[in-house]
């Protein structure tokens, strides 16, 4: 049986390079190996403000129409308020669809760019992971410096590419790192039954 998943990304232009071979690997763990997995990317999530409004998941639900989950997949940016966010949008927007249709979501902690650095040797990483989790702007203070440091930096999604790969081909790893990953596991086997 088919399990489709559409993934509401805050910024479809940089974080589709991590959350795709991340949630295709967390697919894959769980056994769902054949689901198909889509990135919005029209109407373009461009921000918190704009991806947790009812006229945005509106949009995406003319757009994407069929899917058996909508997961939202968003930054916690250091605020327990996006966590709060999230939570509402996801009830309103549950209100939306079908019987048989689900939308949930889950906030990365503290961005989407730590789930890729959780798949990075260690050498790269100069502080202890529980400092790299509760930094305020991982992405500045450490995922910058490791593209760099791994030279795909002028890559695609300025190394997102790459050290989303990374991440995907770790995922076992990444998964005990970044512990949401394993709530969204059970998101996507709720939602396939």
């Excluded at 461009?46 to 947790?52: C, T």
């Excluded at 997961?71 to 079908?98: F, K, P």
């Excluded at 695609?156 to 990444?174: D, K, Q």
Aim: with cysteine; charged share 25%; glycine share 8%.
């Amino acid at each position: 049986m088919s399990f489709n998943v559409i993934v509401i990304p805050e910024d479809d232009r940089l974080d589709t390079y991590v959350l795709t071979p991340v949630l295709k690997a967390a697919l894959t763990h769980i056994g769902k190996t054949q689901a198909t997995l889509r990135m919005v990317s029209n109407p373009h999530p461009r921000g918190i403000d704009i991806v947790l409004t009812m006229d945005f998941f509106d949009q995406v639900m003319r757009r994407y129409g069929t899917a058996d989950l909508f997961l939202y997949c968003i930054d916690r940016d250091g605020s327990a308020r996006n966590d709060a966010r999230l939570r509402s949008t996801v009830l309103s927007a549950s209100e939306r669809v079908r019987a048989r249709q689900r939308v949930d979501g889950r906030t990365a902690h503290q961005e989407v760019e730590v789930w890729g650095l959780a798949g990075c040797d260690r050498e790269l990483l100069a502080d202890p992971w529980a400092s790299i989790r509760a930094h305020r702007d991982p992405k500045e203070a450490y995922f910058d410096g490791v593209a760099e440091a791994l030279g795909v930096h002028r890559g695609p999604g300025r190394g997102r590419e790459h050290i989303g790969r990374l991440a995907g081909a770790s995922y076992g790893r990444v998964r005990q790192l970044c512990p949401e990953l394993q709530e969204i596991e059970t998101i996507f086997l709720d939602a396939a039954g």
